[in-house]
């Protein structure tokens, strides 16, 4: 709404001053623009906003964005539009608009509205990959901005870390956006877009976009693994419910070839290395589970998984534990 406000002193008596000169304010948001919101063939737009209550007129404001002159400079309109008489020469622009009060004492204008970015000649905007991303995504989906007048898109992708021209060609697109159905390499790519109009004429090729499809990190899932947990765990549990149990032995020969021993050892290489491996009765289903010293328990399954018997161990006389 319009506001009128006054201001006038008062002195340390209690004297009141004459009022001040009457000031009228606009309480109002700035205009909402409606088109053109990105690129456009037309070289003639129309530039257009929402009514704002309470505004008698508006303003618009339009710059070319390579030169930095002003092509329309505050042109005063009552209506919610306006279409400018000459070609506006192809390139970047930025136009906004504000709303102006009918006021007794000059003008009032609200606040501009938020400035658009629009591309004289139809060249596009790619959304999507954002430029610097990375995905491991290896069909992603290519997006752009609409172009007004335009009757379909050509997408150039190129392959970059691994020299390739054209791994993605598409002419013909009538939509703004393409997903590939062959997966791409993992690798870094660059990607163009351009429109083309109805009468058959090309934009300029959009920004490039540079992305990275980068590998999926493998994930581990052995059933081999599993098993041996599930063995390591009955281990465990028997050896807790049987302490009682007699112990029993089993032999595991190592022959180790004599050129690999040395000293004492050549001595002995005749005889079989005897490495004691315990044996544990299995569990009966009326034992209760006992509680597990998990830390001890992952290493054995990590011993269990590695370990293998050490030349050095058999040449000093000792004697390693290999669990069956």
Known sequence: GIYRCWIRGIDAKGNFAGWSVLQELLDVPGPIPVGPLSATFDRTPTFSWNPVAGALSYELYVRNQYTGAMVINGTSTAATDFTPATDLTDGPYRWWTLAVSPANIGPIKSGGSNPIDIY???????????????????TPTFTWRAVDGAAGYQLTVNRI????????SQTGLTTTSFTPTAALPVGTYRAW?????????????STEVNFTITAIAPTIDSPDADLMLTGLLTSELAQRNDLDADAHESQIIVRVPPDRLTGEAVAEAAA????SSPSVLPVTNDQQPAVLDLDRLMMEFARHEFAFPDVSDLQTGKERVLWQ
């Not at 870390?161 to 993605?168: E, Y």
């Not at 079989?272 to 490495?275: D, G, S, T």
């Open 120 to 138: 004289v000649g139809g060249r596009p905007t790619i959304i999507a990959p954002v430029a610097g991303s990375s995905t491991s995504d290896r």
């Open 161 to 168: 870390n691994v020299p390739q021209a054209g791994i993605i």
């Open 193 to 205: 877009v351009r429109a083309v109009s109805t009468t058959g004429e090309l934009s300029p090729w």
């Open 272 to 275: 079989p290395a005897v490495i």
